[in-house]
């Protein structure tokens, strides 16, 4: 009961910034299910002056994204999860979906994400 796992939308922010302080985002959509205390403001490494990220949220994904995003419920998960992010240690997988068919030419392209 730590750890919250949720598939966040395409079109959906993680947590408030300009013009969504109030609706539209993932910690919006999540009050009530999440323990006060881990929506309150946490301190960002990010350097990010203009956005509000509560402690529940220790990864970002873009606006545009769909995909799995683990929220922090306790304060302990939230500093576990955030170590692993920032270590690097988490394991990712990015997967794309593509429209139309390939060309002949078309082939697998294994690249790094940073």
Same mark, same amino acid.
Not at 104 to 114: C, H, P, Q, R, Y
């Given at each position: @009961?730590?750890?919250l796992? /949720? #598939?966040?939308?395409?079109?959906m &922010?993680?947590?408030?910034?300009p013009?969504?302080? @109030?609706?539209?985002?993932? =910690?919006?959509? &999540?009050?009530? $299910? &999440?323990? !006060?205390? *881990? %929506?309150?403001? $946490?301190?960002?490494?990010?350097?990010?002056? @203009?956005?509000? /990220?509560?402690?529940?949220?220790?990864? $970002?994904?873009?606006?545009?994204?769909?995909?799995? *995003? &683990? %929220?922090a419920? =306790?304060?302990? !998960?939230? !500093?576990?999860?955030?170590?692993?992010?920032?270590g $690097?240690? *988490?394991?990712?997988r990015?997967?794309?979906v %593509?429209?139309?068919?390939? #060309?002949?030419? !078309?082939? %697998? #392209?294994? /690249?790094?994400? @940073?």
């Open positions: @009961d730590a750890v796992a /949720i #598939s966040k939308p395409a079109g &922010l993680c947590h408030p910034s013009g969504y302080w @109030d609706h539209g985002t993932v =910690t919006h959509a &999540l009050e009530g $299910r &999440l323990p !006060a205390k *881990m %929506l309150e403001h $946490r301190e960002s490494y990010t350097g990010e002056a @203009d956005s509000f /990220i509560p402690r529940a949220v220790v990864h $970002r994904l873009d606006k545009g994204t769909t995909g799995v *995003m &683990l %929220l419920k =306790t304060p302990e !998960a939230e !500093a576990h999860l955030a170590s692993q992010f920032k $690097r240690s *988490m394991k990712k990015y997967v794309a %593509l429209l139309g068919r390939p #060309s002949e030419k !078309a082939g %697998l #392209s294994k /690249i790094v994400v @940073d």
